[in-house]
T-cell receptor, first 109, second 114 residues
Framework: GQNIDQPTEMTATEGAIVQINCTYQTSGFNGLFWYQQHAGEAPTFLSYNVLDGLEEKGRFSSFLSRSKGYSYLLLKELQMKDSASYLCAVIDSNYQLIWGAGTKLIIKP | NAGVTQTPKFRVLKTGQSMTLLCAQDMNHEYMYWYRQDPGMGLRLIHYSVGEGTTAKGEVPDGYNVSRLKKQNFLLGLESAAPSQTSVYFC?????????????FGPGTRLTVL
């Protein structure tokens, strides 16, 4: 079966750095997305990786290792508004998005 | 552009009642999707469409039907609602079949079945 694993919940301090990991086992791989979802709202796009390496976008970076079936989302200079769930999703061989359950990130002052 | 819109935003049904959720997008996207999201679980695909007049089953299609009569609209129907269908329903759309296929989401419909 297809599986995506993320930690259920993480806590970090305002101004700090946090890394959210995602491991996947899917039938094929055609890319990986990270989405942010604030409570009660729709998911919104954060990043996309299809090749190995680091993609940086402002305070957010996403890393991919296809050989290890592993990705992480790195958030720097954490702000209170970063409190949200972060969803990892993999595009499989049928170009379907397989979603992880999400990681709830709690930011403390 | 409104992006992806969903109606209604909230609904309470009694067991056995029927209803239709409407999703509309103004981005001329080919692909549209219906998901449900339950606490502690990832988004689960109910049905999807790869173009006007087409529909396909996703991971959890039982108890739901869909129609895509117009490219911009994707309807999700519950013929006989059950308490297990209490959930938040999200519609999404994406441009097409390329691997970079970012999905754009609507605001969600919160459905409670009593």
């Amino acid at each position: 079966g297809q599986n995506i694993d993320q930690p259920t919940e993480m806590t970090a301090t305002e101004g700090a750095i946090v890394q959210i990991n995602c491991t996947y086992q899917t039938s094929g791989f055609n890319g990986l997305f990270w989405y942010q979802q604030h409570a009660g709202e729709a998911p919104t796009f954060l990043s996309y990786n299809v090749l190995d390496g680091l993609e940086e976008k402002g305070r957010f970076s996403s890393f991919l290792s296809r050989s290890k079936g592993y990705s992480y989302l790195l958030l720097k200079e954490l702000q209170m508004k970063d409190s949200a769930s972060y969803l990892c999703a993999v595009i499989d061989s049928n170009y379907q998005l397989i979603w992880g359950a999400g990681t709830k990130l709690i930011i403390k002052p | 552009n409104a992006g992806v819109t969903q109606t209604p935003k909230f609904r309470v049904l009694k067991t056995g009642q029927s209803m239709t959720l409407l999703c509309a997008q103004d981005m001329n996207h080919e692909y549209m999707y219906w998901y449900r999201q339950d606490p502690g679980m990832g988004l689960r695909l109910i049905h999807y469409s790869v173009g006007e007049g087409t529909t396909a089953k996703g991971e959890v299609p039982d108890g739901y039907n869909v129609s895509r009569l117009k490219k911009q609209n994707f309807l999700l129907g519950l013929e006989s609602a059950a308490p297990s269908q209490t959930s938040v329903y999200f519609c999404a759309s994406s441009p097409g079949t390329t691997s970079y296929n970012e999905q754009f989401f609507g605001p969600g419909t919160r459905l409670t079945v009593l």
